[in-house]
């Protein structure tokens, strides 16, 4: 029986579904709760600190239950994000067994057979939180659903904010392609599609569910988000900047900035078009640039400013439709039913 419907395993979730990413450092306990409320799904970002991972799913559990110990047998309705190339495996899945949240996205490996690894030891624990995995390529999907059947394919479309493949195309074409590829090896039945990367508005969702996803991720759009963990001067950034196809750009060298890059190799981060960025373009040496972007880190801008942008600010290409600051509620309820009115116009106009 296909269950390619987030509505079955998340039904609070309203139609068309809404995810916040799990933005390790920006999305805890606040921006996941209040996402939930509105009536999406939200995630906790995952960190290596398994200290502070632990304090935010307690953080979370109090929100949403009203006590900061989970009770037996209960499912937690917020997701978790897990960066495999940073975190313990055994680690993550003892707090996985403890709180038991409804889905664990997971991300960034070193080695692939690493996520049926992960996928695997997860199941063993909890057997009601369903695996995401986030992917950037028509065959690393593919190798995926056939190597460890994930539960959600997130489909991430080279427009993303933050970090991603460092190959990749547009949701328009990745999409689509994935879908056929995985109905060809009749994969896709057990699988929903979820879209990530550019999506920002109204619009931008429609358009994901044109293209055959059954729900949409938002990074960048909710880095204007209210509850979102971000500096200032961060999310001043993010709402002035525009045209993100000019004003952001891909680059391992964000990675490199504080010390040596620790990501898997064929990954970058999408981010702003930064001092540090035209430094590296001029051939500055890594060094120098190094220097340039700690001094940066001790003002208290903290490299953020626009006149001495050293600092790595993550940002999609989507960055242009991010306006103003609100509460996340008011961002989905916004974004869902915008959706919903450019797809009935969409529909009249071929009528
Ligand atoms: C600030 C920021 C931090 C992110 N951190 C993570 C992360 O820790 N784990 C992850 O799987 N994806 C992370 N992402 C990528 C998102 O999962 C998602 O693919 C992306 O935000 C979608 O594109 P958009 O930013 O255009 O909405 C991050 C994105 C941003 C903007």
Known sequence: MPTRHLSKDYPWVSSPP????????????ALAHAVYKADGLGFLGGVPDMAALRTALED?????????????GHTLPIGLGALLFAQKLEEVVALIAEFRPVAV????????PDFALWTAEIRKVSANTKIWVQIGSVRGAVHLAQSCKPDVLVLQGADAGGHGGEKGAGIISLIPETLHALQRLELLDNISIVAAGGIADGSGVAAALTLGADGIV????FLAAEETSVHPLYRAAILE????????????????????N???????????VAQSYKDHIEGISIAEIRKSHAEAKQTSHLGFDQENRRAAIWAGTGVGLVRERAPAAEIVTEIREAAKVTLRKALTNLE
Do not use: N
């Not at 938002?218 to 759009?221: E, F, L, Q, W």
């Not at 045209?243 to 504080?258: C, Y």
């Open 218 to 221: 938002m990074g960048t759009r």
């Open 18 to 29: 809404i995810i916040s990413a799990p933005m390790s450092g920006f999305a805890g306990p």
């Open 262 to 272: 620790i990501w898997p190799k064929d990954f970058d981060g999408r981010a702003l």
């Open 105 to 112: 996205w997971l991300f960034a490996a070193h080695e692939s």
């Open 241 to 260: 900047t525009e045209d993100g196809g000019q004003t952001t750009v891909r680059a391992k060298l964000f990675d490199e900035l504080a010390g040596p």
């Open 60 to 72: 979370v559990t109090g929100l949403v239950t009203g006590t900061r110990t989970p009770a037996s």
